[in-house]
């Protein structure tokens, strides 16, 4: 005879939750946030975002676990929770196994196919683990050293960020007052090789470029060259007026040095406003450390062209590691067309006061925006799974679609603003020749001379429009453009070119391997 006690433990149902399995759901949600900031913790420049897209991620999965657990009452919550654990880390980590960009539709859902069915398996197995007594200790264990591991190897590292040596800059006498004042724009292009180099390596002659921004008053350079290898080093080289980054110091991070400087913390923005300008910041918006929040004050920013939907990093980074990522994800950007209705939005507004303008355009550096006939490519891709020909030919193409731009954006300003000063250059060449993995001692000069080599033109004011910059390596540009401003002759620097992969291996390339000019 069954007893009433008997048969209410025997029909008694699982609990709704219980806190293992929302200690494991908890734990899951965070995971790839934590792995993101670890990895890149001297890199990352807004860790708080991440944490906050964390929190709102982690919030989303437990309401999804509890209504799951409404739906599947007899089921142990264990159980449940094993199942989330598995999608979870098939989710997160698509993109690590899988292309997010497929090269065809057609490849995209046979990977989308795959990954369910990994997914279907990996959630199978999960639960039928989540029977075993040791499964819920395993879990637990396995993601507290997985997630909390990863914050604590974050909050270990990231202190080094706040320390070690900065960037240096010009130490010299201001360059005012200037005796003129003409708008100054500074159209910097990501990765744009010089025209030798676009030339030799893809076989497209751009030449007609140099000579199209000579008809409008420029001054061109067919040798000047970066003194870094990467953007943010060489921008920041740039408006420092220095060789910002020399071996010898400690440098601890990255990224995050060049943020105050690209906000206006530098000697060139300084000198322009003791003169009465008003910086403005034209930002791609794709990079985590070149972005509009970054200025402050009366430093204002042309806002990126985006929507709800669009986004930059560090957002785009983890959704490029799942599924979602293959679809393709719109990137906030700016672009000439924008830049320049922003710079007349903002000269209606105060037509007396001059302004200096700088803004980077993310092109011909990836993503790829042009299809042959300069129209815009819907999406844009990243040619992962392009051949090195391909890489070669899409690169051609958008280094001679993006000057057709620049030209016309060189026009607008010039009709209303026929005085301005505008400067034409990249921040580096062209990564055609070689990989990242590379060692120093494995660099060519061929490689260094596609790397370094930049573009160069600067439009200068009538009085100083006969001044040759042939050769002028950009740590030069603003000497040359604020002592003209201010009647001076500059002080002018020697080239030099540095090698760097991570910023603590920084070293000088000697004069008998830096490329030829």
Not at 134 to 159: D, M, Q
Not at 230 to 248: K, N, Q, R, V
Not at 266 to 291: L, S
Not at 362 to 390: A, I
């Amino acid at each position: 005879m069954t007893t009433r006690a008997g048969t209410d433990a025997s029909t008694r149902r699982p609990p709704l939750v219980d806190g293992w399995s929302l200690a494991i759901i908890g734990l899951v949600a965070l995971q790839p946030f934590a792995s993101v900031l670890a990895e890149n913790a001297l890199k990352i420049v807004h860790p708080e975002e991440v944490l906050r897209d964390g929190v709102i991620w982690t919030v989303l999965v437990t309401i999804a676990f509890v209504g799951l657990r409404l739906a599947t009452r007899s089921t142990p919550p264990l159980t449940v929770a094993a199942a989330f654990v598995a999608g979870s880390l098939s989710f997160w980590n698509f993109g690590r196994f899988l292309p997010y960009e497929p090269a065809t539709p057609a490849n995209r859902w046979i990977a989308i196919a795959l990954w369910l069915l990994v997914t279907t398996l990996l959630v199978v197995l999960a639960v039928r683990l989540a029977t075993l007594a040791a499964a819920r200790t395993f879990l637990v264990l396995l993601l507290a050293v997985w997630t909390l591991g990863s914050f604590a190897l974050y909050a270990t590292a990231r202190p080094a960020v706040a320390s070690g040596d900065r960037p240096t800059s010009y130490a010299g006498p201001a360059f005012e007052p200037f005796v003129e004042r003409p708008n100054v724009y500074w159209l910097m292009l990501d990765e744009h090789a010089r025209s030798d180099q676009v030339r030799r390596w893809t076989g497209v002659d751009n030449s007609w470029f140099s000579d199209a921004l000579t008809d409008r008053g420029f001054s061109t350079s067919e040798s000047s060259q970066s003194g870094y290898l990467f953007t943010h080093l060489s921008l920041t080289s740039t408006l420092a007026m220095e060789y910002a980054f020399t071996p010898g110091h400690d440098y601890h991070s990255e990224y995050p040095l060049a943020v105050p400087f690209l906000a206006g913390d530098n000697p060139v923005v300084e000198t322009f406003e003791a003169n009465g300008y008003r910086y403005v910041f034209a930002p791609d918006g794709r990079f985590e450390w070149a972005r509009c929040s970054s200025t402050r004050g009366d430093r204002t920013c042309i806002d990126p062209i985006g929507g709800a939907l669009v986004t930059g990093e560090p957002r785009s980074n983890l959704m490029r590691s799942t599924p979602i990522g293959s679809f393709g994800i719109d990137s906030v950007h700016n672009d000439l067309d924008s830049v320049v209705d922003g710079v007349e939005t903002l000269r209606a507004d105060d037509p007396a006061r001059p302004l200096f303008v700088f803004a980077h355009i993310l092109s011909p550096h990836y993503p790829h925006r042009y299809e042959q006939d300069c129209s815009e490519r819907q999406p844009w891709v990243e040619g992962l799974w392009f051949s090195g020909p391909e890489r070669a030919a899409a690169y051609g193409n958008e280094v001679d679609c993006v000057d057709h731009d620049v030209v016309r954006a060189v026009d607008r300003l010039l009709v209303d603003d026929p005085n301005a000063v505008i400067i034409v250059q990249s921040d580096h060449g062209s990564s055609l020749t070689f990989n990242w993995s590379r060692p120093y001692e494995e660099w060519t000069a061929e490689n260094f001379a596609e790397r370094f080599g930049v573009v160069n033109a600067i439009r200068l004011p009538g009085s100083c429009r006969d001044r040759s910059i042939e050769g002028e390596p950009l740590v030069n540009t603003y000497r040359i453009v604020l002592a003209c401003l201010a009647g001076t002759e500059p002080d002018l620097l020697e080239t030099r070119t540095f090698f760097s992969g991570p910023i603590s291996e920084l070293r000088e390339v000697p004069s008998e391997s830096a490329p030829e000019r």
